[in-house]
Structures are given as structure tokens and as C-alpha cells.
T-cell receptor
Framework: DAKTTQPPSMDCAEGRAANLPCNHS???????VYWYRQIHSQGPQYIIH???NNETNEMASLIITEDRKSSTLILPHATLRDTAVYYC???????????FGTGTRLTVIP | GAGVSQSPSNKVTEKGKDVELRCDPI?????LYWYRQSLGQGLEFLIY????????KSGLPSDRFSAERTGGSVSTLTIQRTQQEDSAVYLC??????????FGSGTRLTVV
């Protein structure tokens, strides 16, 4: 299984940036970094993915280190609705078995 | 459809009975995946379809579990002779090419 390392939990004040780290030291050259989140009682939701360049979309930014062994998901202005478990995963594009692990439980505090 | 649809959303069954869980992927998505998630746990991969074929069945936990996909669309996950340890949320996802997975809301299975 392609495993990543994430802190089990984090808190963030509402309105502040949430920076969620992930280590993926065994990633290979053709594997992407994907981030998903799972809000209680819902299926996981795709957030963003990247190969080596930093990426930004309407939900978040993804910063990947130059050696690609770690990345950070940034939620620029966290809201209470961002409270969820965030999963960092890596795999080839179209990979048939993304290993989700246990993720980081982010709690946004009012 | 607009998203991945799973049915039923909740299923309570007696131990030893068979159950069928259905997944309607996003139209045009060629890949379909089944995962399950026990309470408080991460996602456990079960099976993957590319079109109608399942090149990777490695995650099925026992021979009581089977899955099929017809017409490159709807998939059914069948659990025979259900056991209490089968209780979990069963999640289906679909994707196309290198896009991220789109998950359904899952089927919560409770075996009593």
C-alpha cells in the first residue's frame, strides 16, 4: 500500500489559514498527490491534486516540496464547514487503488 | 447523472442473509471503485472496475463478497451469508482518466 504520514488531528481558528502537512517519502516520479476530505456521514470529496507544481483551485492550494516527499494543503480562510477528516494520498493518474489511510481530523474553532 | 448514486442509503439485515448494494456512477466514467469504511476507520479498498472487467479483486475480504458491473455503468456489490463484521458504510466512487474520484454518499449496512 502506498502510505502517507499525516498528523491525526489539528485545530484551526475560523477565518485563519489551515495548513495540513503530509509526508509521502516513497512517492515515485509518475505518481500524483491527491487530497480528499470527508465530512461526517458523507462520502469523501475530492479537493485537489498535483504532480510537482503548486496547484490552486476554488477550494484550496497545494504546495509540493521540490523533492516531492511532502506537501501541504492550504485552506486560506477556514470556515466551520471545513471541519472534516482530510486524506492525503499518492498514486498514478487513473490508479485503481488509492490507499486512504486515517487522515487528519481538522476541527475549525469559532 | 450529476453525481454517483448509491442505493439503498441504509440497509439492516439479519445475519446469514444476502444483500445487494447498488452503485450508479457518473455517466461516462469508465472506472468504478468500491470501498468500505468501518466506524471510526479509514477507507478499505474492495474492488475496482475498468469498464465491465475487474482487473483488481485483491481487496475483497472473503469469497462471500462479489461484484459485477454491466454496460460499463451500474455496479452491484453482493455479500452472501452476511456476518456482523460486515457492518460498515460501503462507498462507491467513479473516475475518468486521471481525474479525482467522485464518491457517492454510501450505503450504511448493519447486520444484526
Amino acid at each position: 500500500d502506498a502510505k502517507t504520514t499525516q498528523p491525526p488531528s489539528m485545530d484551526c481558528a475560523e477565518g485563519r489559514a489551515a495548513n495540513l502537512p503530509c509526508n509521502h517519502s516513497t512517492i515515485s516520479g509518475n505518481e500524483y498527490v491527491y487530497w480528499y476530505r470527508q465530512i461526517h456521514s458523507q462520502g469523501p470529496q475530492y479537493i485537489i491534486h498535483g504532480l510537482k507544481n503548486n496547484e490552486t483551485n476554488e477550494m484550496a492550494s497545494l504546495i509540493i516540496t521540490e523533492d516531492r516527499k511532502s506537501s501541504t494543503l492550504i485552506l486560506p480562510h477556514a470556515t466551520l464547514r471545513d471541519t472534516a477528516v482530510y486524506y492525503c494520498i499518492f498514486g498514478r493518474a487513473g490508479a485503481n487503488n488509492l490507499f486512504f489511510g486515517t487522515g487528519t481530523r481538522l476541527t475549525v474553532i469559532p | 447523472g450529476a453525481g454517483v448514486s448509491q442505493s439503498p442509503s441504509n440497509k439492516v439485515t439479519e445475519k446469514g442473509k444476502d444483500v445487494e448494494l447498488r452503485c450508479d456512477p457518473i455517466s461516462g466514467h469508465t472506472a468504478l471503485y468500491w470501498y468500505r469504511q468501518s466506524l471510526g476507520q479509514g477507507l478499505e479498498f474492495l474492488i475496482y472496475f475498468q469498464g465491465n472487467s475487474a482487473p483488481d479483486k485483491s481487496g475483497l475480504p472473503s469469497d462471500r463478497f462479489s461484484a459485477e458491473r454491466t454496460g460499463g455503468s451500474v455496479s452491484t456489490l453482493t455479500i452472501q451469508r452476511t456476518q456482523q463484521e460486515d457492518s460498515a458504510v460501503y462507498l462507491c466512487a467513479s473516475s475518468f482518466g486521471g481525474s479525482g474520484y467522485t464518491f457517492g454518499s454510501g450505503t450504511r449496512l448493519t447486520v444484526v
